[in-house]
């Protein structure tokens, strides 16, 4: 289960960026092989970045990150490199929901105070971004339920292998659900 | 109060009242995946433990991203998906056979459908008045062993249309001018609904083009109405049987309505490096360019090659300029041979890529040079798109694509005699 409390270092990200600039396509041919694809994040986008980027940063980006492809291997890539949680003022759809999948926490707020540096201390089930270098506590819009439970279980494919469904009110009743 | 389409597509594969922020479990008619998203979907569905997939008949495999494949790994990955498929007994397609979304159209999508493939332009098949989205590896896994998946029901936007397209103004001038008006995080969560008396004259192509680009404003669907031009489509198709008429109720709440003419719509082009950077093609006249690509499950449908071959047809493409054609389907390549369009644009100097997604995506078949410029029918233009971070991309109509593939510029396709 992931931590409720996330404690991370502030990683600063523009606007608009796409998930060409997290993972370009032209690497599909590793994405059977994610030690060699996750060598390339942001390498276009952001040169340096894979040595820029410690462990348990935290990225912190403006509006619409994500945006572009389906491909999960966006946030996979993203986590693999160390990063804890993405914040950002908005996510993608489909970006969101397979960070989510992979248990990579978003939280949607405000950004534009964080500075890149900053310590961040994020509480997950209240939705609260506290900056500590400045003191700004950014309150977050709601995760959904389920996203919160599939997060904090460690992702989609533990979530399903644990509860063979969806834990929302009337998929008891269907074909496979055990759920409650 | 009534339901929008979303609403009256998830309530009915919910069995729920499925109304707008509420979370529901719906079954998926259709889950699938390509090539370059199902390797992983096949090892997250392995992860899972399940002994089977619900239903094979509902799933399907396109191999069309890498299609013939360029290197070993992907030529392994096409192996990983086909022996998936001969294991599970679900859908697969060969290389050749065209692009997923355009498969999904000619094949298997019918109104009231929830469609959900792991491709972000999934929402293609909202042409046919189905709930179509594109997502992850790890959500389409889990469709294919549980044969449903979860949705927040979304908010509507009504796209109300009338008048006609004028001359050489496509559907995707059309698609390009919303996203350019709507931004292209100004539909995200929500779905876009097409309406109005103009529908009754947009064809299936036209609509899937609208469709398809729905993502490109975020948006989680773009779904049109079925009505008699969706059912003349399907009966071309073999599937007549599929069809049943499918419209929002009257009284239905939408967070807001755009209303625009198609008759005032001019040749737009989205400029580099994002969609909604969208300008009437005269803005951006003069542009030189090194190739145009003309394809993608965006644009390269039997009516697409139709308006290319027409502006192209007894002359040649300019010298400086490569020209590119892929078919969406084999479907699509069968029917512009049999038409002569593929006689007219091999004359004018083009190059024809097989069915597929082709120079798209930057993996193989066109990937640009260092500062070269490339006006494409596809639906993204975003940095390193195809594959090459210094290269321009530019988007615009087939029609805007062949006036500029004779000039080697930017041309207003309403010039070309």
Redesign the interface.
């Known amino acids: 289960m992931s931590d409720i409390i996330l404690r991370g270092r502030a990683v600063r990200l523009g606007d608009?960026i796409?998930t060409?600039?997290i993972i370009?396509?032209?690497f599909?041919?590793?994405?059977?092989?994610l030690p060699q694809l996750a060598g390339h994040v942001f390498e276009?986008?952001l040169p340096g970045f894979t040595s820029r980027v410690k462990q348990a940063d935290i990225l912190v980006a403006g509006?619409?990150f994500g945006?572009?492809?389906?491909?999960?291997?966006a946030p996979l890539v993203i986590k693999m490199a160390g990063v804890k949680a993405v914040v950002a003022e908005?996510v993608?759809?489909?970006f969101y929901?397979?960070a989510i999948?992979?248990g990579l926490p978003v939280l949607l707020c405000d950004t534009g105070e964080i500075s890149d540096g900053d310590e961040l201390e994020i509480d997950l089930a209240r939705g609260v971004v506290s900056d500590l270098a400045s003191g700004a506590k950014l309150d977050c819009s709601p995760m959904?339920p389920?996203m919160l439970t599939i997060v904090q279980e460690g992702?989609?494919?533990p979530y399903?292998?644990k509860h063979r469904?969806?834990l929302?009110p009337?998929?008891s009743d269907?074909?496979?659900g055990h759920g409650v | 109060m009534g339901k929008t389409l979303a609403e009256r597509i998830l309530a009915d594969r919910?069995?729920?009242d499925a109304r707008a922020g509420d979370?529901?479990?719906a079954r998926v008619d259709l889950a699938f995946v390509q090539d370059?998203?199902g390797?992983?979907a096949v090892r997250?569905f392995r992860?899972?433990?399940f002994s089977g997939v619900?239903r094979p008949d509902g799933l399907a495999v396109f191999l069309d991203?890498?299609a013939p494949s360029?290197?070993r790994?992907?030529s392994?990955?096409h192996i990983?998906l086909r022996g998936f498929a001969g294991e599970t007994g679900c859908h697969i397609t060969e290389v050749g056979d065209g692009v997923c979304h355009q498969l999904v159209a000619e094949r298997f999508a019918r109104p009231g459908d929830v469609v959900v493939?792991?491709?972000?332009h999934?929402v293609t098949a909202g042409a046919l008045g189905a709930f179509a989205t594109?997502?992850?590896?790890?959500?389409v896994?889990?469709a294919f062993?549980?044969?449903?998946t979860?949705f927040?029901v979304p908010v509507t936007i009504l796209i109300d249309l009338k008048g006609d397209f004028p001359r050489r103004v496509c559907a995707k001038d059309l698609a390009l001018y919303l996203i350019g008006w709507i931004g292209?995080?100004g539909a995200?969560?929500k779905a876009l609904e097409f309406g109005g008396e103009a529908l009754s004259r947009m064809t299936v192509p036209q609509r899937l083009t609208v469709a398809n680009m729905a993502?490109e404003a975020?948006a989680?669907a773009g779904i049109f109405p079925a009505d008699e031009v969706t059912r003349e489509f399907l009966v071309s198709q073999g599937r007549g049987d599929g069809y049943r008429p499918l419209h929002a109720d009257g009284d239905a709440e939408y967070e807001r309505v755009i209303s625009l003419n198609l008759g005032e719509l001019e040749p737009t082009v989205s400029l580099p490096h994002?969609v909604d950077n969208a300008v009437a093609v005269g803005r951006t006249a003069g542009v030189k360019l090194q190739q145009v690509f003309i394809g993608t499950c965006t644009n390269g449908r039997l009516e697409d090659l139709a308006v290319a071959a027409d502006i192209l047809a007894g002359k040649k493409r300019h010298p400086g300029t490569r020209l590119l054609v892929a078919p969406a389907s084999r479907q699509v390549l069968s029917q512009a041979l049999e038409a002569g369009y593929v006689q007219r644009l091999v004359d004018a100097g083009a190059v024809i890529l097989p069915p597929g997604c082709g120079a798209c995506?930057?993996?193989h078949q066109g990937?640009l040079g260092d500062g070269e410029a490339c006006l494409s029918t596809a639906n993204?233009n975003?940095?390193?798109?195809m594959?090459?971070?210094e290269a321009m991309i530019y988007l615009a109509s087939p029609a805007t694509a062949a006036a500029s593939a004779l000039t080697g510029e930017i041309t207003d396709p309403r010039e070309v005699v």
């Open positions: 608009n796409s060409d600039d370009p396509g032209r599909a041919h590793l994405r059977s092989n276009d986008a509006r619409n945006l572009g492809s389906s491909r999960e291997h908005s993608a759809r489909i929901r397979n999948n992979q959904a389920l992702g989609l494919i399903i292998r469904g969806f929302v009337g998929e269907q074909e496979h | 919910s069995q729920t979370t529901v479990v370059t998203t390797p992983l997250q992860e899972l433990g619900a991203h890498a360029s290197v790994q992907l392994n990955d990983l493939g792991s491709d972000s999934s594109g997502m992850g590896s790890s959500d896994a889990v062993a549980l044969g449903r979860w927040r292209a995080d995200t969560y993502v975020g989680k994002a995506l930057g993996l990937v993204r975003f940095r390193g798109r594959g090459n971070p």
